[in-house]
């Protein structure tokens, strides 16, 4: 497998960024794979404020005591669909079921619950940037018997 591939695999990046990468980090992966990252990351705020008109409702019941319904937004239903989105969308809904934050606000603050060293909000933004469009967590319902 080469480098492109292996990076792009990776990311999920396209294969024309992460020849550039690899380029501009003089074939060393581990450096493309940061270059990646950052750009992503400027991309993904460069899409903040755009409008988030489609997306999925996820649910997760947990034991049977705890279930989650969770409203998660994109820009477009190409991405709501694609499975690097729902696959979000349900780890959010264990983070809820799991940490019972009140607010959309106070669930982006919280550490994630797979990774202590991000935050919710950095997990969003990395979808954000591996997908190319905006993700906006819209409201959520936890209930707990």
Avoid: W
Avoid at 130 to 143: A, D, S
């Amino acid at each position: 497998m080469n480098s492109v591939q292996k990076l792009r695999e990776a990311t999920g990046a396209g294969v024309m960024d992460c020849k550039r990468a690899l380029d501009d980090a003089k074939g060393d992966f581990a450096a493309a794979l940061k270059l990646i990252e950052e750009r992503g990351h400027a991309k993904a705020a460069k899409r903040a404020d755009r409008e988030t008109g489609a997306g999925v409702l996820e649910s997760y019941i947990h034991q049977g005591r705890v279930g989650v319904l969770l409203d998660l937004r994109s820009e477009t239903d190409f991405v709501a669909n694609a499975d690097p989105f729902r696959a979000l969308a349900h780890e959010l809904a264990m983070q809820i079921a799991a940490m019972n934050p009140g607010t959309v606000d106070e669930l982006l603050a919280e550490p994630y619950i797979k990774d202590a060293g991000m935050t919710v909000h950095d997990v969003v933004k990395s979808a954000m940037a591996k997908l190319g469009e905006n993700i906006r967590v819209n409201r959520f319902t936890r209930y707990e018997l």
